[in-house]
T-cell receptor, first 114, second 115 residues
Framework: AQSVSQHNHHVILSEAASLELGCNYS??????LFWYVQYPGQHLQLLLK??????LVKGIKGFEAEFIKSKFSFNLRKPSVQWSDTAEYFC????????????FGTGTRLLVSP | GAGVSQSPSNKVTEKGKDVELRCDPI?????LYWYRQSLGQGLEFLIY????????KSGLPSDRFSAERTGGSVSTLTIQRTQQEDSAVYLC?????????????FGPGTRLTVT
């Protein structure tokens, strides 16, 4: 069965610090990969996605993620975080097999202090 | 346009009672999903509807859980004989097509508390 691991459950950073959130998945075939974000009091929303092509994907608000197939990883990065990036971040994978569901990680709570 | 809406936003029920949770997807979206988010857990897939196809019920945790989608639009998730472990936030999402290709738009969720 597919699974997604997010090893950092809580991350605390100061503004302007760099961010990297880890995401690893277990599935040997072709995958589509996603990062979703949930800001305080708001709905989950898509941050970025990878289907194919350039493994470095740009998303909204300066976020990017890199797909490294050999490591089964899709880590999220941002060079300089802002207080407004405080949120919970979820990595998700869809195995491109026809199963029409996303498998989510347990999430990482990011707190950015001003 | 309106996003995905869910009702009620909060539901407190006694153990053993039945509950119904409602989801109104974005108009025109053919796919609808239910997830459950428990404290400290990720989003757990429950059930998926796509157009007129048979739903994918593979994530339902027990036969106390069921869901319907009427007319290809509104969906209702029913939990019978609720247990305390059913306490969670139940999220609904819709998308214009297949999960692997189209963004899922999430509703605000229903927080269910079973006492």
């Amino acid at each position: 069965a597919q699974s997604v691991s997010q090893h950092n459950h809580h991350v605390i950073l100061s503004e302007a610090a760099s961010l990297e959130l880890g995401c690893n998945y277990s599935y040997g075939g072709t995958v589509n990969l996603f990062w979703y974000v949930q800001y305080p009091g708001q709905h989950l929303q898509l941050l970025l996605k990878y289907f194919s092509g350039d493994p470095l994907v740009k998303g909204i608000k300066g976020f990017e993620a890199e797909f490294i197939k050999s490591k089964f990883s899709f880590n999220l990065r941002k060079p300089s975080v802002q207080w407004s990036d405080t949120a919970e971040y979820f990595c998700a994978v869809n195995a491109n097999t026809g199963f029409q569901k996303l498998v989510f990680g347990t999430g990482t709570r990011l707190l950015v202090s001003p | 346009g309106a996003g995905v809406s869910q009702s009620p936003s909060n539901k407190v029920t006694e153990k053993g009672k039945d509950v119904e949770l409602r989801c109104d997807p974005i108009s025109g979206h053919t796919a609808l999903y239910w997830y459950r988010q428990s404290l400290g857990q990720g989003l757990e897939f429950l059930i998926y509807f796509q157009g007129n196809s048979a739903p994918d019920k593979s994530g339902l945790p027990s036969d106390r859980f069921s869901a319907e989608r009427t007319g290809g639009s509104v969906s209702t998730l029913t939990i019978q004989r609720t247990q305390q472990e059913d306490s969670a936030v139940y999220l609904c999402a819709s998308s214009a097509g297949l999960a692997g290709t189209y963004e899922q738009y999430f509703g605000p969720g229903t927080r269910l508390t079973v006492t």
